[in-house]
């Protein structure tokens, strides 16, 4: 009917409408990892060569809280760089890397049964040749593919074992894989308690750990106190050590100078797990001169006012099940990976 026909009674204007989005995906469990290997790396040392110029050539440290500060920027421009400069991995979460010709052949017999059960008409039941030839290889295949996984992941868990500073891509795919899959939450017992949570799982866990690390685990049987010696031998040396460093009026004797921070720097190993501030030694090993004065001036400064900033102390604390068939249900099976940040490691390193 037209506009202008004599029955159209209807008083309804055309509404021309136009609707923007803006979609985001978001994942609260992502962590970035980049990929250093195809990182213009001369294009990150100008970038961050760029921000610390802005953010640190002028700032001086007088205290103690100008050393939390001055980390804290440095940090900063280490990370805006990254986030500039080098791109993201990219990595396919379907792939199967225990999939080997065993499966392969397994997987092949089962859909050849399959297309022999579909051309004779799907038909249903036990009493049918086909169909009950296809789902004792269905279920044969099922059965092979959950042993190769079982296996694949015990495997890792004694690589885990083993490393500690371990491959940084590796790690974050094995902790994403297993925390974001529910039926890897293994449920712990503790004192007759079972705890299924995440929540009650993180609380025990923390508390197993702050056990672990208080006086009162000395105490215990399995408390080795062989490695409780070597520890405190190595840190009344290490004291020693920084004592030297001092006249008789407290004066520093010899400062920690750019190019030692340089060499440390230039030999750090590549593709190794971050902290908790997601830095690499990537992120150290090129961010060029500009950045290894910027790190040599902030270990002058903890040494000189006796002060390590807080944000160097906090790491990342993994339970990785030791493997070797222990039981996942106790506390005693797992072996926490400590990461600490690598500015921190690079301090250790350079002193």
Not at 114 to 134: D, L, N, T
Request: charged fraction near 25%; include cysteine; charge should be positive.
């Amino acid at each position: 009917m037209s506009d202008d026909h004599s029955a159209n009674t209807s008083d309804h204007v055309p509404i021309h409408v136009t609707i923007g989005t803006h979609l985001r995906r978001y994942n609260p469990a992502y962590r970035a990892m980049y990929n250093w290997s195809v990182c213009n790396l001369e294009l990150y040392g100008q970038v961050l060569r760029n921000l610390l110029r802005d953010k640190l050539d002028e700032f001086n440290i007088n205290n103690k809280d100008d050393i939390d500060t001055y980390l804290s920027r440095l940090q900063e421009c280490i990370t805006t760089a990254m986030t500039q400069c080098v791109p993201l991995m990219q990595s396919s979460p379907h792939k199967r890397p225990y999939w080997d010709n065993e499966l392969k052949v397994a997987h092949g017999v089962q859909k050849e049964k399959r297309k022999v059960w579909i051309q004779e008409g799907r038909p249903r039941g036990m009493q049918h040749a086909s169909y009950q030839s296809y789902k004792s290889c269905k279920k044969a295949f099922a059965i092979l593919l959950r042993a190769k996984h079982s296996e694949h992941e015990q495997r890792r868990f004694e690589q885990a074992e083993t490393d500690y500073d371990l491959d940084s891509q590796s790690l974050w795919k094995f902790i994403k894989a297993h925390k974001n899959s529910s039926s890897n939450l293994h449920a712990i017992c503790h004192d007759g308690t079972i705890y299924s949570s995440p929540s009650e799982l993180r609380d025990i866990w923390s508390k197993h750990y702050n056990t672990l690390l208080n006086e009162q685990a000395s105490e215990a049987d399995d408390y080795d106190n062989n490695f409780r010696t070597h520890i405190t031998d190595y840190i009344n040396n290490l004291k020693d050590t920084m004592s030297s460093l001092h006249d008789h009026t407290g004066v520093i004797q010899s400062l920690i100078s750019v190019s030692e921070v340089a060499n440390v720097c230039k030999s750090l190993p590549k593709r190794k797990a971050a902290g908790i501030d997601n830095i690499a030694y990537e992120g150290l090993k090129y961010g060029g001169f500009a950045l290894f004065e910027k790190l040599s001036h902030l270990f002058n400064a903890i040494i000189r006012h006796v002060h390590v900033p807080g944000a160097l102390k906090y790491n990342i604390i993994i339970p990785v099940h030791k493997g070797k068939r222990k039981p996942k249900d106790e506390l005693g099976s797992y072996r926490g990976i400590s990461l600490s940040p690598t500015i921190s490691k690079l301090l250790e390193k350079v002193v």
